[in-house]
């Protein structure tokens, strides 16, 4: 979906983008806040004006994908086979004109075209336990940040969050950089470890089997700390950790000068980073790329800055947030290929309606996952979900009932479209929010599109300086040929 470019915008213009996006969420409230498993219970279809019911009854998904989500198939046109009314053609332009656009400039073919499985753009030994999503993440993240470190005369990055090591291991010994990862959980940070090893030793064969060959990047294994992240500590508690590491290193020298990077920080996680970076005069750039915007607190969390704190209508309930986490271009490709996997939401919501009629007190129980639900019949669906809830899977079925909720499958398909419509505009204040924060802290930053959002979602990347660097710091986004 068609969006605006953050660099596009002044000061001024990320300011009005914030009171615009403040007065239309509330409009669409009932949508966003509404959770699909509540099709039938909470009648969710005929909360929508009539109107828009009359013109989304019906549609086939891939109609849905072209004329609702702006997602045809390659070459298609949007036709529309009726007169929409004005206020749903209004929702789709307004998600358009009021969403950060989710598509990189810069990006060729795609490096998973020969092999789906293997990125032809990264070397071999950094594809080894890491998947096709992550692959792309580590490259063009570590790209960026490579580029950023050079512009900024960076000496160090620290990578917080590092989980098994994948993007710390690929700045390090992929691209020459001295790296320190940080993570809280132990047994990640020993299995990036043994990752390391594993890797030094692969590259040591290949330097014994090919000695003619002589590699320009040095290869110097990153460091990793077993370490929590202090949201309150923000002039020293991010650095401390590093402290004995730099001690022991020869080769720290001069005034430490700091890179932040955080790939898909939780939470309040990647809020911590952006305020240790504003807030430590070491720390001088930033690449962060969040997720889990539903485990926000809020406030605190959210909203960050003052401008967003300012606005009368900036709140942003859980729903809403966990929304902005949706998938919209992989969804949208289910909805082009139209296969039986769109029916999960459905049986989904025909379940609660048993649970429900079964034990009125009970409502949206946690269903753990059923494997390939959608080509289960829908009474065995509905009875292994009865007994992942604890309720009798022998109970009596309505099965009149259940297969009048089948025959609105394509209602409940249409409803959740909308919601993952307006998903980006909450992703975006969100994320607008941060930008503002940074820039009142006297910061220089810009928000990038840096993933294929068809295999990354989560992927805009917040990058921050403190000291401007004018076109360049939009140009980070670019690919290298």
Known sequence: MPGIAARNLSLEGRRQLAVDLTHVLPLYGFILDAYIIEF???????????????????????????????????????????????????????????????????????????????????????????????????????????????????????????GQGHLTRFLALGLGLSVTGIEKDRKLVERAQHLDQELLSILKKEKRRKPQIISAVPHRPPKHIVSWVDPTNLSEGLLSPLESEASQDPAASGPRRVLLTGLHACGDLSVTILQHFAYCPEVVALASVGCCYMKLTTPGGYPLSHWVSGLRDHRLPYKFREGACHALEEYAGRLRAAGPTLRTHCYRAALETVIRSAQPGLCRPGVQSIPRAHELPLEEYVRLGLQRVGLDPGLPLDLASLHACMAQEHRVVAFFSLALLLAPLVETLILLDRLLFLQEQGCHAELLPVFRPELSPRNLVLVATKTPLGPALSDLEMEES
């Not at 969403?99 to 594809?127: C, D």
Request: hydrophobic letters at 35%.
């Open 40 to 162: 039938f219970t909470d009648c969710l279809w005929e909360k929508l004006p009539s109107s828009w019911q009359e013109a989304l009854d019906g549609l086939t998904p891939p109609e849905i994908a072209t004329m609702l989500l702006d997602m045809p198939s390659a070459g298609e046109e949007i036709r529309y086979r009726s007169v929409w009314p004005l206020t749903l053609l209004a929702l789709k332009a307004t998600a358009r004109a009021l969403t950060f656009t989710r598509m990189p400039e810069s990006l060729g073919p795609s490096e998973f075209q020969e092999n789906p499985s293997q990125s032809s753009q990264l070397a071999a030994q950094f594809r080894k336990h890491v998947k096709p999503k992550k692959q792309h993440e580590i490259r063009r993240l570590g790209e960026l940040v490579k580029k950023l470190s050079d512009l900024t005369s960076c000496n160090q990055v620290v990578d917080v969050g590092s």
